[in-house]
């Protein structure tokens, strides 16, 4: 039994802080419009922008993919940026590699991949320094 999968596929261009963020907006308006519960939509947004943000600061962009099944929303964030050294420590809360024009703009503060796991129900990070970082997040339903 093959179930129907809704896919969406969104660009997320480096640097720009100005439409960081864009994806995971869309995202929470076709959410809503598909009826998804509110408490659902807040954890894919949080989980989406933040991901959204580290691709814009630290991978000169990426691609924001969302698939949704009956049971579950997953979000696929891909990049080719630097990849990343050490994963047990990119995830501890207030690590970060963001430089200090980037901190004074409000953001770099070490949150984004704690964030995006405590959001999810499952999280997986597959990495390759110089090679890049997809993120693969599944919420339940």
């Known amino acids: 039994m093959t179930a129907d999968v809704l ?9 720009d802080f100005t439409s960081a963020g864009k994806a995971s ?3 929470k308006k076709l959410l809503r419009q598909l009826g998804i519960a509110p408490d659902i939509i807040r954890r894919v947004a949080i989980a989406m922008y933040e991901g959204e943000i580290n ?8 691609t924001a993919d969302l698939e949704i099944y009956p049971d579950s929303i997953v979000i696929i ?6 990849g990343i050294p050490d994963i047990d420590q990119a995830m501890q ?15 770099g503060a070490g949150m ?3 964030n995006m796991k405590r959001y999810t129900d499952e999280m997986k990070i597959d990495t390759e320094v110089g090679v890049g970082t997809t993120v693969t997040m599944t919420i339940r339903l």
Request: proline share 7%; no cysteine; net charge negative.
């Open 112 to 114: 984004g991949l704690p």
């Open 25 to 27: 907006v869309n995202v």
């Open 77 to 82: 964030l891909a990049d080719s940026g630097p």
């Open 93 to 107: 809360e207030g690590f970060s590699t963001a430089p200090d024009n980037i901190r004074s703009l409000g953001f």
């Open 55 to 62: 691709m814009v600061i630290h991978a000169n962009g990426g």
């Open 7 to 15: 896919k969406y596929h969104f660009t997320v261009v480096g640097g």
